[in-house]
């Protein structure tokens, strides 16, 4: 945390962002209550700065190469730009469907499937479910061929 938060310079760049800081900004000590604190565009500003803080460091301790904390900050909002463009907010709401098995109609045999490849283009896989559904219970064989 000192490195991206704490120390002298890290905090002039926080300091200079104009980005709204909590009040416990500077409080956490461990990373994930740290960036719990915020989300959506927030989150993704704080991961932003972050990376570019990160960045600032090491180009000072690796290279010797200390900008000046305009340009940093000009560097994070750039970022932050880049980011808002290619990812633009949805307002739109998103729509809530219910999906739930039913019982086939008398007479009738469910066959549930299910496959994945997750953009594999080696091997993938699928399952089967092939039951009878009775009144005291459920006989089911599952076959799955990978």
Same mark, same amino acid.
């Given at each position: 945390?000192? !490195?991206?938060?704490? !120390?002298?310079?890290?905090? #002039? ?9 909590? /009040?416990?900004? %500077? ?10 604190? %915020? ?9 932003? +700065? /972050?990376?570019?803080?990160? #960045? $600032?460091? !090491? &180009? %000072?301790? %690796?290279?010797?190469?200390? =900008?000046?904390?305009? =340009?940093?900050? =000009?560097?994070?909002? @750039?970022?932050?730009? *880049?980011? &808002?463009? +290619?990812?633009?907010? /949805?307002?739109?709401? =998103? $729509? *809530? &469907?219910?999906? $739930?098995? $039913? ?5 009738? *045999?469910?066959?549930? /499937?299910?496959?994945? @490849? ?5 091997? @993938?896989?699928?399952? *089967? ?5 009775? #009144?005291?219970? !459920?006989?089911?064989?599952?076959? +799955?061929?990978?």
């Amino acid at each position: 945390m000192h !490195c991206v938060r704490d !120390c002298p310079l890290a905090t #002039k760049i926080w300091r200079a962002i104009r980005f709204v800081l909590p /009040t416990s900004f %500077f409080v956490p000590a461990d990373f994930g209550s740290w960036i719990a604190m %915020f989300h959506g565009f927030g989150l993704t500003a704080l991961l932003a +700065t /972050t990376w570019v803080v990160w #960045k $600032q460091r !090491c &180009r %000072f301790y %690796f290279a010797g190469d200390l =900008r000046e904390v305009h =340009r940093v900050v =000009r560097e994070v909002h @750039s970022l932050w730009e *880049v980011i &808002r463009h +290619t990812h633009p907010s /949805t307002t739109s709401a =998103r $729509q *809530v &469907r219910l999906v $739930q098995w $039913q019982f086939p109609r008398e007479g009738y *045999v469910a066959l549930n /499937t299910d496959g994945s @490849s997750l953009g594999n283009l080696g091997m @993938s896989g699928f399952g *089967v479910w092939l039951g009878t559904v009775m #009144k005291f219970g !459920c006989l089911a064989l599952l076959a +799955t061929l990978v």
